[in-house]
Structures are given as structure tokens and as C-alpha cells.
């Protein structure tokens, strides 16, 4: 009786976690006069930024 209950609860908690997560929209956001392309998870994100100002500046070097 009590392993018919534990795998029961385990079902039920299976059940409810597969129900309860959405896949995410995948993206591709790409900068024509670069080349530059990248996929991102569209669906976790409300509302669009726009391009960056400027250019992107690292320790390293500049891009």
C-alpha cells in the first residue's frame, strides 16, 4: 500500500511539472552589415530594446 501511494504522489508530481513548464520561442536576432547572428529565448523576454548604441567594448580589445 504504501509503495502504490509513493509512486502514485511520484506521477502526480511528474505530471504537474511537465504541465507546468512552456518551452521556450526560439529567436534569431542578426545584424545584416555585420554578419553578426545569435538565437535567443524570445519567450522569457517583454518587449524589444532596439539596436545597442554604439560598439561593444571589452577588456581585450575593441569589436
Known amino acids: 500500500m504504501k509503495s502504490t501511494v509513493s509512486a502514485l504522489v511520484l506521477g502526480l508530481a511528474v505530471t504537474i511539472s511537465m504541465v507546468s513548464a512552456q518551452p521556450a520561442r526560439w529567436t534569431t536576432y542578426s545584424i545584416p552589415q555585420t554578419g553578426t547572428s545569435v538565437d535567443f529565448p524570445a519567450s522569457i523576454f517583454t518587449e524589444e530594446a532596439g539596436r545597442p548604441a554604439g ?9
Do not use: F, Q
Request: some cysteine.
Open 55 to 63: 560598439r561593444l567594448r571589452t577588456a581585450i580589445s575593441d569589436c
